[in-house]
C-alpha cells in the first residue's frame, strides 16, 4: 500500500505521540513481567522500540513483523541508529548471558539497546502470531482496524501465554472530522468510510467492536482509552512533519473513494479546498480512535 512508506509512518509518529492513552498505557507495562518477550504486528518502521525503551523496559525480547519487506529493511538499518543518537546503549546481537532477558524467540536479534534484544523480520502478521506461543505481550498499533477483529483476537489469544496481554492502541472507530466545514463533509465522510469497509477484512468501526469482542471473550478487557488523533496547525505551521502526514491523508480518500462514487456531490472541490487550506496551514483533521488492553485467562 502506498502509505506503507517511510516517510507517512515516520511523518505520524508524533500525532500518535500525543494521541496514546496514558492510562491505557500504564496498565499495559504493569502487565509485563521484568523481562518480557514482545510481539508486534504491523511494526512498521520500528518506532515502538524507542517507546518502549522510553517507558523503562530496558530487558526481554522484542520482535516487530510487518509484511513490507522495504519497511523492516528501514527499520533494520534506521532504528539502531536513531537510538544510538538518542543516546540509548545499542549493541549488535544478542545481550550478554545471565542478564535475565528471559525467553528467546526466532529471529536472532539484530541489536540490543538498553538489554532489550530487538528482531525485525518480514511475513504476515496473523500467520506470526499463529505461530507464536509463550509471548508475554502483542502490540499491534494501528493495525486492528485493517483485519477481521475476531481472527485477531483469536491469533493473539493463541500466541499468548495465560495471562498475557494484547496492547492494541491507535485503532480506528469510524469517525474522520476535517475543519473548516465544507457543506460535501458529510457525503464524503461516508463514501469514504465506506469503501474502506468493502475491503475484505476492513472496518471502520473496529475500536466499538473489539470493544465488544474482547468483553465476550473468557479473557478480561483491563482497560479502555480514547486516542483521538488531532493535527492543526499553530499559526499557520504544523508540527514535525505532520503537513506531510495530512497530505497523504487526503492522498488516501482521493484514491479510496472510487470513481463510481464521485457523484458526491462537489468531492472534487472538496479536495481541492481542503489541500488549498493545507498549504495555507488552516486545516485541521480528527479521526476517533481507542487503545485497549485485553489479558488473555490466567488459567
Not at 148 to 155: D, F, I
Not at 171 to 179: A, E, L, R
Not at 183 to 210: C, K, N, T, W
Request: proline letters at 7%.
Amino acid at each position: 500500500m502506498e502509505h506503507a512508506l517511510p516517510r507517512y509512518l515516520e511523518s505520524k509518529r508524533s500525532v500518535d505521540e500525543r494521541a496514546l492513552s496514558m492510562r491505557v498505557r500504564d496498565r499495559f507495562l504493569d502487565a509485563l513481567p521484568p523481562a518480557p518477550t514482545i510481539l508486534e504486528t504491523g511494526c512498521g518502521t520500528g518506532v515502538t522500540v524507542p517507546r518502549l525503551v522510553s517507558w523503562g523496559v530496558d530487558g526481554g525480547r522484542y520482535v516487530g513483523v510487518d509484511a513490507d519487506d522495504r519497511i523492516v529493511a528501514f527499520a533494520r538499518r534506521v532504528r539502531p541508529k536513531s537510538l544510538n543518537r538518542a543516546g540509548y546503549t545499542v549493541s549488535e546481537g544478542s545481550p550478554p548471558a545471565g542478564d535475565g532477558t528471559g525467553r528467546s524467540t526466532d529471529p536472532d536479534p539484530e541489536f540490543t539497546v538498553e538489554g532489550l534484544a530487538v528482531g525485525f523480520e518480514t511475513g504476515d502478521a496473523l500467520e506470526a502470531l499463529s505461530a507464536a506461543e509463550g509471548v508475554d505481550a502483542v502490540i499491534a498499533q494501528a493495525f486492528a482496524d485493517l483485519v477481521s477483529p475476531s481472527e485477531l483476537v483469536s491469533a493473539v489469544e493463541s500466541a499468548l501465554r495465560p495471562g498475557g496481554v494484547a496492547y492494541l492502541p491507535i485503532t480506528f472507530d469510524g469517525g474522520t472530522i476535517v475543519q473548516p466545514d465544507h457543506p460535501a463533509d458529510d457525503a464524503v465522510e461516508a463514501a469514504y468510510h465506506a469503501a474502506i469497509d468493502g475491503r475484505p477484512g476492513r472496518d471502520v468501526r473496529a475500536g466499538r467492536h473489539l470493544i465488544d469482542l474482547c468483553r465476550s471473550r473468557d479473557g478480561d478487557l483491563l482497560a479502555v482509552g480514547s486516542s483521538d488523533w488531532i493535527v492543526r496547525p499553530r499559526g499557520g505551521e504544523y508540527p514535525a512533519d505532520e503537513r506531510y502526514f495530512l497530505d497523504r491523508l487526503l492522498g488516501f480518500v482521493e484514491g479510496t473513494v472510487p470513481a463510481g462514487d464521485r457523484t458526491v456531490e462537489a468531492f472534487d472541490d472538496w479536495l481541492s479546498t481542503r489541500r488549498d487550506q493545507l498549504a495555507r496551514g488552516e486545516l485541521t483533521y480528527v479521526a476517533h480512535q481507542y487503545d485497549l488492553l485485553y489479558r488473555t485467562p490466567t488459567g
